[in-house]
């Protein structure tokens, strides 16, 4: 054994080839001295990444603690954003509210009592400039997280930072831009699914050529699974989203081995610790596996499933909230395990409102607690070998494999095509809501426990702890903005750029983005832009099915 | 009420809100307990809610709301209902936190569900107000 073990350190030594390491003791809290990686096989970074998609893991470089924030006006936003980068930060990550994300603006009569209330309201360029005031965006990358209409928010993002002199090519970022999962989990969609992937295809093609710091896609399982769904359907459906992204871009003569370099993913983290890891790991070798032998990429990179992890928010609970310091706790150790290239953990008290500071600083600290005081950094997939986790992972994929077998049969091998069928035919909505009243079932049975909820419910009585409230000024503030930035413009420029988005939508061959861009900056507003692609792609209206 | 009359409620998502797990689980499980649901979906407006209410002759109406909107959205329910002189109790269940509980039971809505509430609570809380409303 300690002889296999020597000649693997070695092997893993050369492969590293002298890459810096952090400057932390590589040994136990006992002082015993520990390898980077044990076992035999494959190494961390070697095809199909199951053990990680680094040699050093997070030896050389921890994973990114990225929280996710966002509320009320842009310019309480960006002074946020500037207290971020005081302190050392250089990730800004964006939620927007709800009126944003569904492409209306704050005086649409759908926006009542939703603007700024769970995410920073946007309407014209106008504010994403107090968004972005006094950063200097060529040195920051920034997340957005947005579906629908994140076409025109990525236009005012380039808008935004050509306005201050930084050029489109500079820029660094992800947007979420994942609009397969919002007709399967999340639901915030706007066209019909087709020309919602044309779009997509349109900001991959775009971003390919003028913006190659950028990440068009990050494919999306954690709403999946928020929704309802179990482990396997998440990474099934999440992969299959991103096979669906692949055959589209492909079809549109799109080179695998770019635009896959810059594909990323996003992942749930839930209680069920090695449920939880193996399908992290199989998530990577069923990544490799199809980018490789399926759609022929030849560059590793368009190999690498990267992806973010939450925890899981559908497993807090409103009843003694304190519990979910401990959940989140060992979600996050379960992300860590699993090899994430970054992480959001939930804070406490959101099972009942957006997080106050202290619960958000608590969150935070968690995070650091597993990097920096269990050795769980130390060493590279730690569990890789363990038998029940490397069965876990076969089982994983071996589940993923089924649901991708069935969604080939109804696309006629094509998965593109199957993800289509699957929305058309409610496969998708009806087993995330048969996962979920399963779930529930259980609950109410008492077949499963859940602490706090259905057992162990002393204190449940106490009353609920300070939560952070949202006053309702800024919808008032936001309106009048939005009323004088209409009033200031060149209504002409407006009229005459929309006219060219709605032309550019009805002719396939041309790419969206340029007449986009053009429309953010005569300070068209977020709807008006959604409007005037509405009129040639429709609008989605999902069948009710319980 | 006669035994054999069968509760009818209408379900609906107000607003953009798309969380829609909680409001199809609830669903199932008032199915489940024989009372028969009218689910209306995603994206509703206060008009499309009365008028749903009218044509199917429901006995309640349940919304479910998770993204804070619920102190503007479950009054501007109440008004609706009002206006259209509909004397149906309306349920709201998802994430209200505690100290809103009473403005909004002030406003006239007829029972409050909460995150994790069991299933025989959910039943409950529907029969309750039916027969409250019918006495």
Known sequence: MSQDQDAYQAAWEAAVDGAPMREVPFETMSGVPIDAVYGDGPFPGQYPYTRGLFPAGYRSRLWTMRMFAGFGTAEDTNLRFKDILRNGGTGLSTAFDMPTLMGRDSDSSWSLGEVGRAGVAVDTLADMEDLYADIDLSRVSTSMTINGPAAIVLAMYVAVAELGGVPRAQLAGTIQNDILKEYQAQKEYIYPPRPSMRIVTDMIDFTNTEMPRWHPVSISGYHIREAGSNAAQELAFTLANGFAYVEAAIAEGQDVNEFGRRLSFFFNSHSDFFEEIGKFRAARRIWARWMKERFGATDERAMMCRFHTQTAGVSLTAQQPENNIGRVAIQALAGVLGGTQSLHTDSFDEALALPTEKAARIALRTQQIVAHETGAALVADPLGGSNYVEWMTDEMERRAEAVFAHLEDLGNGSILEGVYAGIDNGYFVGEIADSAYRFEREVNAGRRIIVGVNEFTDGNEEGQANLLRIDSETEEYQRKRLETVKHDRDSAAVARTLGAVTAAAEDPSVNLMPPIIDAVESYATLEEIVMAMEQVFGTYVEQAIV | ?135
């Open chain 2, 1 to 135: 009420m006669p035994e054999e009359h069968k509760i009818r409620v209408v379900l609906a998502k107000l607003g953009l809100d798309g969380h829609d797990r909680g409001i199809k689980v609830v669903a199932r499980i008032l199915r489940d307990a024989g009372i028969e649901v009218i689910y209306l979906g995603l994206r509703q407006t206060t008009e499309s809610i009365v008028s749903a209410a009218e044509q199917e002759d429901a006995d309640a109406i349940g919304l479910s709301m998770h993204n804070a909107g619920h102190l503007v959205l479950a009054p501007a329910m109440m008004a609706a209902l009002d206006d259209a002189d509909l004397d149906i109790p309306l349920i709201i269940g998802g994430i209200v936190p505690d100290v809103d509980v009473p403005v909004l039971q002030a406003a006239g809505v007829a029972a409050i569900l909460g995150p994790g509430a069991p299933a025989d609570e959910v039943v409950a809380a529907v029969r309750n107000a039916v027969a409250a409303a019918a006495t």
